[in-house]
């Protein structure tokens, strides 16, 4: 079974700050995608960055960037210099067959 | 390009009343997908399609139909609506050659009360 893991439902940062997310993930694949999805008040999903399981370079988006230990099974994501427009619900997900699994989300507030 | 379009954003239903939720999308993607996401929840997969005329039951499809006709569209059919039922609904696609490397693209929801 695929399964999707998010450890923290909450989480506070202040802005300007550094904040970290988790993630893990159990497959037995060897080459697979991972992403991060941001979900502000709006409700809107929006991808915030995506990482190729082959690739051993974390991958990188502006403040956005993953820390992948693949033999660990963990994704997470971390913010630096935050902003309050980081407000939202962050969610980790994992495709693999026809579906996408996601993680239940870490709700983060930006304290101005 | 418009991109993925649901519709309509707000619904209050009765209970035993049906209706149909629209999904468009303009990218030629071939997956589509329905999922709701209760309050302060994850998203849970519903319904999803790899192209048109085909489809196939996600995590929690019972109360709900759906059909693929055409590659634009995904409309989702809820017969006989149950409180239980109440939830935003959010329409995807994407497109998923062999790599799988393609996110999903999501529409703007549809926030859903049956009362």
Known sequence: AQTVTQSQPEMSVQEAETVTL???????ESNYYLFWYKQPPSRQMILVIRQEAYKQQNATENRFSVNFQKAAKSFSLKISDSQLGDTAMYFCAFPTGNQFYFGTGTSLTVIP | NAGVTQTP?????????SMTLQCAQDMN????????????MGLKLIYYSVGAGITDKGEVPNGYN???????DFPLRLELAAPSQTSVYFCASSYRGTSGRNEQYFGPGTRLTVT
Do not use: A
């Not at chain 2, 759906?66 to 634009?72: A, I, K, L, N, P």
């Open chain 1, 22 to 28: 988790s993630c893990t993930y159990d497959t037995s």
């Open chain 2, 9 to 17: 954003k707000f619904r209050i239903l009765k209970i035993g009343q």
């Open chain 2, 29 to 40: 993607h071939n997956y589509m997908y329905w999922y709701r996401q209760d309050p302060g």
């Open chain 2, 66 to 72: 759906v059909s693929r006709s055409t590659t634009e």
